[in-house]
């Protein structure tokens, strides 16, 4: 991954995670192939949830287990999956988990509803758990969820997402993700609370999560770039949103974000067509509409970038 930005495709996790109509196990293996062959950097499998709580994750040790076979293993692509506690740590680690995601929430409901633990619980947890993800030569990426505000309580206050990045950072945990679990961000806040980060510790890679619950989440996008963010989660379609917020809204949008990209002449690489196509796929399976916009309109032919840049 030499580029500026880098893709974590979540949508297999948090775009299916709500969805009331199960994917088969075949279907999720195309989707995540055609994200593969389109050029996305990471791809998010699923979450190593109880199967009850989250019906749509039940198959994800079989779907780590299927694209870590030799035959299928690509370099370039890194597998990540959500983990919440240590049980799904060690199934993450029989089954090919390159890359183990792991957060605390901000807000005290949305983490008992989550967790069922006190913010200062979890964070011990977390950061146990990442330390022994380290020690198994993995890749580790630990999150602060609710980060710009929760749906429950409202206004989350930046020195308390701080206070949780300074306990990440205190452990030597330097890639970092902030999530817009409730989608209350805003661009402003967005670059005050990254920039806040960076003044800590200027070698932090810091990942942004943003669902578009109220219609932010490219500008959000948007803000995060100026300010120095490198990675960027994203659902192919829009599809997504965390079954234990108040009012769930769907992630950006994979192949609206790589258009954005692209009309500003980066991230070429990505095969933007192959994500419309299946963008378009996920509609025809839910029969519905999604909140992409790229793959209804059709993305601006290059000429026209090409005339007016």
Request: charged residues 20%; glycine residues 10%.
């Amino acid at each position: 991954m030499t580029s500026d930005i880098v893709i974590h495709e979540v949508g297999m996790r948090d775009g299916l995670q709500m969805e009331k109509q199960t994917v088969p196990f075949e279907k999720k293996v195309a989707w995540i192939d055609q994200a593969i062959n389109a050029g996305v950097d990471i791809i998010q499998v699923g979450s190593f949830v109880h199967p009850t709580k989250v019906p749509q994750m039940a198959d994800t040790d079989r779907l780590f287990s299927e694209f870590s076979k030799p035959d299928r293993k690509q370099a370039r692509v890194i597998l990540s999956g959500l983990v919440l506690n240590e049980k799904g740590l060690e199934r993450g680690f029989a089954c090919g988990v390159d890359m183990f995601c792991m957060g605390v929430s901000a807000s005290e409901t949305h983490s008992q509803k989550n967790t069922g633990m006190p913010i200062a619980e979890a964070t011990d947890r977390i950061i146990a758990m990442a330390k022994s993800a380290i020690a198994a030569k993995k890749r580790v990426q630990v999150s602060v969820q609710s980060a710009f505000g929760c749906g429950y309580e409202g206004l989350v206050p930046q020195e308390r997402v701080l206070k949780i990045v300074g306990r990440f950072l205190e452990a030597g945990l330097k890639n970092i993700s902030l999530a817009d679990t409730a989608g209350h961000a805003t661009p402003d806040l967005v670059e005050k609370m990254f920039g806040a980060i960076f003044s800590l510790d200027k070698s932090v890679d810091c990942t942004c999560h943003f669902h578009n619950t109220y219609g932010l989440g490219i500008a959000n996008c948007y803000a995060a770039m100026n300010v120095g963010v490198k990675y960027f989660e994203s659902s192919l379609s829009g599809l997504g949103g965390c079954p234990f917020a108040k009012i769930a809204g769907g992630n950006v949008c994979t192949e609206d974000f790589v258009h954005m990209l692209q009309r500003m002449g980066r991230r070429r690489d990505v095969n933007l067509d192959k994500l419309i196509e299946t963008a378009q796929d996920i509609a025809n399976f839910f029969n519905r509409e999604m909140p992409g916009m790229i793959y209804k309109a059709g993305k601006i032919p290059e000429a026209n970038r090409s005339a007016n840049s």
